[in-house]
């Protein structure tokens, strides 16, 4: 069974930092690309990172690209989102989340698996 276990969430002000942690089980971790995602009433699920199954590629849109940092750790089945400068329009619900299928490139045939999520309030 699939558990994903995101921590991490916090209130910070705008400009601050926060590191994001979601530790795996229950599947070949090492095998499958992951991905962050966020939701917000206002905008819905929106995906903010994404990496390959050995760390590379990675892979972010504009809206977060050289702000947020996303890292995997296969050895202990944990990933990691590095969230810096943040902004207001940050604040969200942020999800872990697996990829559809293994070995695959990220992102390339969607996810279906996330946790419960760990929540981000950035405001001043």
């Known amino acids: 069974q699939v558990q994903l276990l995101e921590s991490g969430g916090d209130w910070v002000q705008p400009g601050g930092s926060l590191t994001l942690s979601c530790s795996a089980s229950g599947f070949s971790f090492p095998n499958y690309a992951m991905s962050w995602v966020r939701q917000t009433p206002e905008k819905g699920l929106e995906w903010v990172a994404r990496?390959?199954?050995?760390?590379?590629?990675?892979i972010y849109p504009d809206a977060v690209e050289g702000r947020f940092t996303i890292s995997r750790d296969n050895a202990n089945s944990t990933l990691t989102l590095q969230l810096d400068s943040l902004k207001t329009e940050d604040t969200a619900i942020y999800y872990c989340a697996k990829d559809r299928h293994p070995f695959k490139e990220p992102g390339a045939f969607g996810v279906d698996s996330w946790g419960k999520g760990t929540p981000v309030t950035v405001s001043s």
């Open positions: 990496i390959g199954r050995t760390g590379e590629p990675t």
